[in-house]
Nanobody, 124 residues
Framework: QVQLVESGGDSVRAGGSLRLSCEVS????????MAWFRQGSGEEREGVAS???????RYVDTVKGRFTVSEDTAKTTVYLQMNNLEPEDTATYYC??????????????????WGKGTLVTISI
């Protein structure tokens, strides 16, 4: 059974940085995509970034140039480095795994496994 556990959420000032981690346990097929999503209070869950098994990373426009998704060589931990954070980045961030190939950050409905989330709060 696949389990995903996020960590690294915190409260920081605007302009600051955080690195989120997602520990992956269990067996994933060779054709999976790992992705980060976020959900603000009263908002829908939205994709942020994704990384394919070949290392290809994708980002939504609102985080391009500020966020970086990466994976360790053992593929047991996925990271989201977030720089130059803005108040609009405040949300609960979720790690997810899904199967298939996407040319963009996949939608939440495409993902099969989810972590419980980690809260990121950005203050002015």
């Amino acid at each position: 059974q696949v389990q995903l556990v996020e960590s690294g959420g915190d409260s920081v000032r605007a302009g600051g940085s955080l690195r989120l981690s997602c520990e992956v346990s269990g067996v994933l097929s060779s054709h999976y995509v790992m992705a980060w999503f976020r959900q603000g209070s009263g908002e829908e869950r939205e994709g942020v970034a994704s990384i394919d098994t070949d290392g290809t990373s994708r980002y939504v426009d609102t985080v391009k140039g500020r966020f970086t998704v990466s994976e360790d060589t053992a593929k047991t931990t996925v990271y989201l480095q977030m720089n130059n954070l803005e108040p609009e980045d405040t949300a609960t961030y979720y790690c997810a795994a899904g199967f298939g190939a996407w040319t963009r950050v996949p939608p939440p409905t495409a993902m099969d496994y989810w972590g419980k989330g980690t809260l990121v709060t950005i203050s002015i």
